[in-house]
T-cell receptor, first 118, second 115 residues
Framework: AQKITQTQPGMFVQEKEAVTLDCTYD???????LFWYKQPSSGEMIFLIY??????QNATEGRYSLNFQKARKSANLVISASQLGDSAMYFC???????????????FGAGTRLAVHP | EAGVTQFPSHSVIEKGQTVTLRCDPI?????LYWYRRVMGKEIKFLLH????????ESGMPNNRFLAERTGGTYSTLKVQPAELEDSGVYFC?????????????FGPGTRLTVL
């Protein structure tokens, strides 16, 4: 069965430092996608970054980068130069892709709550 | 461009009552998804519409839950009768395409409390 594991219920980091949020996944499908979402206290889910299973390079989006280690089945999120506004819940998610294109649900991890301290 | 909207933002009902949640996807998005997060657990998939058709409803917990998307626009999720374990946050998401890199845009969620 497909599964996403986030082992860090909470993390804290000093402002301007980098932080890594862990995510491991389990799937038997060779084709899949990995997502990270941010959920601030206001509740909305904000898409951060995407990594496809066949992507050769690690994904980057501004201060966000994804450390994708396929053999280890890990997709850790790295936030560089943390800001106070980065304090939020962070969810790792996986989507399995069916060749018919009809299987698109996201499977989420339990989330990691990040606190950025000044 | 307006994002995914959900109504109401909060709902408090008593066990046995009926509640209907509404989701308005981003205009032009054929794909609409419902998820929920119960009791601080993982966010779980409920179902996926493509236009007005249910593409995947494998996550619907039981027959007390009924989702509709008439006309392929907005969607409703009805819980009848509500039970205590239905309390949680119900998220709706939409996407233009399905699969691959297509991003699912989430709404702010509806927080449901069943007393």
């Amino acid at each position: 069965a497909q599964k996403i594991t986030q082992t860090q219920p909470g993390m804290f980091v000093q402002e301007k430092e980098a932080v890594t949020l862990d995510c491991t996944y389990d799937t038997s499908d060779p084709s899949y996608g990995l997502f990270w979402y941010k959920q601030p206290s206001s509740g909305e889910m904000i898409f951060l970054i995407y990594q496809g299973s066949y992507d050769q390079q690690n994904a980057t989006e501004g201060r966000y980068s994804l450390n994708f280690q396929k053999a280890r089945k890990s997709a850790n999120l790295v936030i560089s130069a943390s800001q106070l506004g980065d304090s939020a819940m962070y969810f790792c998610a996986m989507r399995e892709v069916s060749y018919s294109g009809g299987y698109n649900k996201l499977i989420f991890g339990a989330g990691t709550r990040l606190a950025v301290h000044p | 461009e307006a994002g995914v909207t959900q109504f109401p933002s909060h709902s408090v009902i008593e066990k046995g009552q009926t509640v209907t949640l509404r989701c308005d996807p981003i205009s032009g998005h054929d794909n609409l998804y419902w998820y929920r997060r119960v009791m601080g657990k993982e966010i779980k998939f409920l179902l996926h519409f493509v236009k007005e058709s249910k593409q995947d409803e494998s996550g619907m917990p039981n027959n007390r839950f009924l989702a509709e998307r008439t006309g392929g626009t907005y969607s409703t999720l009805k819980v009848q009768p509500a039970e205590l374990e239905d309390s949680g946050v119900y998220f709706c998401a939409s996407s233009q395409a399905a699969g691959g890199r297509s991003e699912q845009f989430f709404g702010p969620g509806t927080r449901l409390t069943v007393l």
